[in-house]
């Protein structure tokens, strides 16, 4: 009979989180408590380290969105960001490379607007185009007090000087995604807006709800 392999387990949230070398007593940190999150890895360097970083890294997007979840509903309401909200991030492979950004409802997780992916793009120019997708969709469907929140400090920095200041070179590649820049840039210097931007506080609160879950 093949010997069974040692397991050791990770409890997050629980009893009593900690590391643990059996499934028993893992067990009883976790049977009946409400979302406990725990893991099981083959060596005790592992569990150790993986404890010590915390659960995100180790569950699937859906799972991290849980996890994410689960951690702002354990802060004060004063702490907790405010809902119902937007939330817009991008996601870029390369730099540059092909990049998509997207919107989705803040509590759910819901997603209401998603464009690309864009050749030969960046991160910053979905994150600002993100950030004006979601004024304008906003501005139309006349919600013009939701807050937004985005985790890009340069993104924002340009939707308040009304201007995209990318770097980046212009190509045959990537004229298409240009023309989104001029349109977004046009509709900053010919509206106004009245919906409150705030940072997203990705270390208190985890990953924006509108990752891509690419890290």
């Known amino acids: 009979m093949a010997k069974q392999k040692k397991k050791y387990y990770v409890v997050w ?7 643990y070398s059996t499934w028993t007593e893992c067990e009883r940190q976790v049977k009946g ?7 099981s890895f083959p060596t005790l360097e592992e569990a150790q380290t ?8 180790h569950f699937h997007k859906s799972d991290r969105q849980k996890v994410n979840r689960l951690n702002i509903e354990s802060l004060p309401p004063d702490k907790r960001p405010i809902v119902p909200s937007l939330s817009v991030d991008a996601a870029c492979s ?3 490379g092909k990049m998509e950004y997207r919107g989705v409802d803040t509590a759910t997780g819901r ?4 464009q690309g992916p864009f050749d030969s793009g960046t991160n910053n120019i979905g994150e600002f185009l993100a950030l004006v997708h979601g004024l304008a969709l906003l501005q139309k469907q006349g919600l013009t007090t939701l807050p937004v929140y985005s985790d890009s400090r340069t993104a924002q920095s340009w939707v308040r000087q009304r201007q995209c200041k990318s770097k980046l070179s212009r190509t045959e590649q990537n004229a298409r995604l240009f023309e989104l820049v001029c349109r977004a840039e ?6 106004s807006y009245t919906n409150p931007i705030y940072k997203w506080d990705t270390e ?3 990953e924006i709800p509108a990752d891509f879950g690419r890290k």
Do not use: D, R, T
């Open 50 to 57: 993986a404890y010590a970083g915390g659960a995100a890294e």
């Open 94 to 96: 390369g730099n540059p």
């Open 111 to 114: 997603e209401i607007f998603h």
């Open 13 to 19: 949230k629980g009893v009593e989180p900690g590391v």
């Open 186 to 191: 046009y509709w900053l210097q010919h509206n």
């Open 33 to 39: 408590f409400e979302g406990a999150l725990f893991k």
């Open 204 to 206: 208190l609160w985890g």
